[in-house]
C-alpha cells in the first residue's frame, strides 16, 4: 500500500490549496481513506475519512464547512479541497487509511494506520 501527495504549498489567510493524494497497492476493494496532519508540537490530528462501503464521511470540528474530501477510484486518487485557510492549519498533511474492510467505525474515529510521506502547509501573512 502507497501513497503520495501533493499540493501543498503556503498561502494567506483566507486562502485555498487543493491537495492531491495518489493511491496504489490495494489488495481489496473496500478501504476508507482520510487525511490527517501534524503541526509542530502538537499532537497528530484526523481531519477528514470517508468511506468506501457506504460514503459516509466524517469531519473533525476545527475543519467542517471549510474542507472537503473527494475520491475517485477509477483513477486511484482522493484529494482534499481547503478553502478559508487559517494559521492554525499549519502543518504536514497525510493522506491515509484505517485498513482493508475497516469501515465507520474506524473512519469515524480517525484511526489510520497506513499513510505517506505527507506534504507540507503553510499558512500565514
Known amino acids: 500500500v502507497r501513497f503520495v501527495e501533493s499540493g501543498g504549498g503556503s498561502v494567506q489567510p483566507g486562502g485555498s490549496l487543493r491537495l492531491s493524494c495518489v493511491v496504489s497497492?490495494?489488495?481489496?476493494?473496500?478501504?476508507?481513506l482520510g487525511w490527517f496532519r501534524q503541526a509542530p508540537g502538537r499532537d497528530r490530528e484526523g481531519i477528514v475519512c470517508?468511506?468506501?462501503?457506504?460514503?459516509?464521511?466524517y469531519y473533525a470540528d476545527s475543519v467542517k464547512g471549510r474542507f472537503t474530501i473527494y475520491r475517485d477510484d477509477a483513477n486511484n486518487m482522493v484529494y482534499l479541497q481547503m478553502n478559508n485557510l487559517k494559521p492554525e492549519d499549519t502543518g504536514v498533511y497525510y493522506c491515509?487509511?484505517?485498513?482493508?474492510?475497516?469501515?465507520?467505525?474506524?473512519?469515524?474515529?480517525?484511526?489510520?494506520?497506513?499513510w505517506g510521506q505527507g506534504t507540507q502547509v503553510n499558512v500565514s501573512s
Open positions: 497497492g490495494f489488495t481489496e476493494d473496500h478501504y476508507a
Open positions: 470517508t468511506t468506501s462501503s457506504d460514503g459516509s464521511t
Open positions: 491515509a487509511t484505517p485498513g482493508p474492510y475497516r469501515g465507520s467505525y474506524y473512519c469515524s474515529r480517525f484511526r489510520f494506520d497506513v
